[in-house]
């Protein structure tokens, strides 16, 4: 399982921007990918998830809205995109497969395999 | 601002078993599984222990991790230099209906 994700960016603020996941060695379309942020010297904050399978996504109340997860299963590659960055938005973004496994007592929920990461840099 | 806490520190000379804490609640931990990832400086997270006390294959078994109620923790026995990183707890929240992390702490080996 490999997730090789894009590189750095440096925007301005108002500015739009699609970064990527690229996944190989599994079914892409068997897995949901997830994002998660940190922002320089905090902690990890998640995102998201989106099923590469039919594109079902859930997103955490705190990034409703504010970014947009999807996948292109032809390239097995996962996108998160913002239409209007703010400063605010400065932050490593990870991208991880999730694993789901369903059994009478309880659902377990991980991350995996994690990309290596894409920097984005928001300033004017 | 996370609902699940850390320490945000904690040390210890090289053999020592370090422990870490980490307290949620009823619609967190007390409700779901709880996972342990590892983040070395300048690096990715990685999975560390998953369903509370499994460990992936390649994962040392001087890392152990237990639950009990709205609580989990991690121990590192034998810590070694190697451990020096940050470690974050997670688990699935049924309220917000999403993975929560926890604060996070930082390993110091001395």
């Known amino acids: 399982v490999q997730l090789v994700q894009s590189g750095a960016e440096v925007k301005k603020p108002g500015e739009s921007l699609k970064i990527s996941c690229k996944a190989s060695g599994y079914n892409f379309t068997n897995y949901w990918i997830g994002w998660v942020r940190q922002m320089p010297g905090k902690g990890l904050d998640w995102m998201g998830i989106i099923y590469a399978g039919d594109s079902d996504t859930r997103h955490s109340p705190s990034f409703q809205g504010q970014v947009t997860m999807s996948v292109d299963k032809s390239i097995t590659t996962a996108y998160l995109q913002w239409s209007s960055l703010k400063a605010s938005d400065t932050a490593m973004y990870y991208c991880?497969?999730?694993?789901?496994?369903?059994?009478?007592?309880?659902?377990?929920?991980?991350?995996?395999?994690w990309g290596q990461g894409t920097l984005v840099t928001v300033s004017s | 601002q996370s609902v699940v806490t850390q320490p945000p520190s904690a040390s210890g000379t090289p053999g020592q078993r370090v422990t870490i804490s980490c307290s949620g609640s009823?619609?967190?931990?007390?409700?779901?599984?709880v996972n342990w990832y590892q983040q070395l400086p300048g690096t990715a997270p990685n999975l560390l222990i998953y369903d509370n006390n499994q460990r992936p294959s390649g994962v040392p078994d001087r890392f152990s991790g237990s639950k009990s109620g709205t609580s989990a923790s991690l121990a590192i026995s034998g810590l070694q230099s190697e451990d020096e990183a940050d470690y974050y707890c997670?688990?699935?929240?049924?309220?917000?209906?999403?993975?929560?992390f926890g604060t996070g702490t930082k390993v110091t080996v001395l």
């Open positions: 997670a688990a699935w929240d049924d309220s917000l209906k999403g993975d929560v």
């Open positions: 009823s619609s967190n931990i007390g409700s779901n599984p």
């Open positions: 991880a497969r999730l694993i789901v496994s369903f059994s009478t007592v309880t659902t377990r929920r991980y991350f995996d395999s």
